[in-house]
T-cell receptor, first 114, second 111 residues
Framework: EAQVTQNPRYLITVTGKKLTVTCSQN?????MSWYRQDPGLGLRQIYY???????DKGDVPEGYKVSRKEKRNFPLILESPSPNQTSLYFC?????????????FGPGTRLTVT | QQPVQSPQAVILREGEDAVINCSSS?????VHWYRQKHGEAPIFLMI???GGEQKGHDKISASFNEKKQQSSLYLTASQLSYSGTYFC????????????WGAGTKLIIKP
């Protein structure tokens, strides 16, 4: 089944404790992206990747890191999480660039930082 | 830079029609529409490209007015399954493939 998977689905952590949210897709998509979703603000892009070893900042990259060592994986790293990073996070992938292409979203990761 | 969606929320009876609008202050290359059920991932509905090309589901219709920098999503004869929050994502020319999303329109369908 073609899908984007994220792990963990739910995470409660404390301020400053490094964490990684994994994202994997099995569709051989070139483009992958991370979003955060907060009430009333819609989806905001954190980072995106055009292909292996090519990543770029989205609208809200502060406090996050990403890497794209393999085409299928695009982990999101929070080196020192803070309470304002409490949010619902989505990973997405598409065959090429977003224009003209459907994005496939993962199931989401609900992160709470206390 | 975030596109403005209107209305913010709408309540319909099953079978009624709805129009959701997405307006940008900048010229657009494409507009993407997605629907999200509470707590779930957004699901693709439609893409409208500059020049008139459209990709999407047969039962969903939408328009893209490039000059007005606006797009509208038309939901006709609404069904209970149409309930959810609708988001438009806009892509600007030369934006390096970024999508900027609206805040969403919440649609509630009552039987």
């Amino acid at each position: 089944e073609a899908q984007v998977t994220q792990n963990p689905r739910y995470l409660i952590t404390v301020t400053g404790k490094k964490l990684t949210v994994t994202c994997s897709q099995n569709m051989n998509h070139e483009y992958m992206s991370w979003y955060r979703q907060d009430p009333g603000l819609g989806l905001r892009q954190i980072y995106y990747s055009m292909n292996v070893e090519v990543t770029d900042k989205g609208d809200v990259p502060e406090g996050y890191k990403v890497s794209r060592k393999e085409k299928r994986n695009f982990p999101l790293i929070l080196e020192s999480p803070s309470p304002n990073q409490t949010s619902l996070y989505f990973c997405a992938s598409s065959p090429g660039q977003p224009f003209g292409e459907e994005q496939y979203f993962g199931p989401g990761t609900r992160l709470t930082v206390t | 830079q975030q596109p403005v969606q209107s209305p913010q929320a709408v309540i319909l009876r099953e079978g009624e029609d709805a129009v959701i609008n997405c307006s940008s202050s900048k010229a657009l290359y494409s507009v993407h529409w997605y629907r999200q059920k509470h707590g779930e991932a957004p699901i693709f509905l439609m893409i409208l490209l500059k020049g008139g090309e459209q990709k999407g589901h047969d039962k969903i219709s939408a328009s893209f007015n490039e000059k007005k920098q606006q797009s509208s999503l038309y939901l006709t004869a609404s069904q209970l399954s149409y309930s959810g929050t609708y988001f438009c994502g806009t892509e600007l020319p030369f934006s390096n493939y970024q999508l900027i999303w609206g805040a969403g329109t919440k649609l509630i369908i009552k039987p």
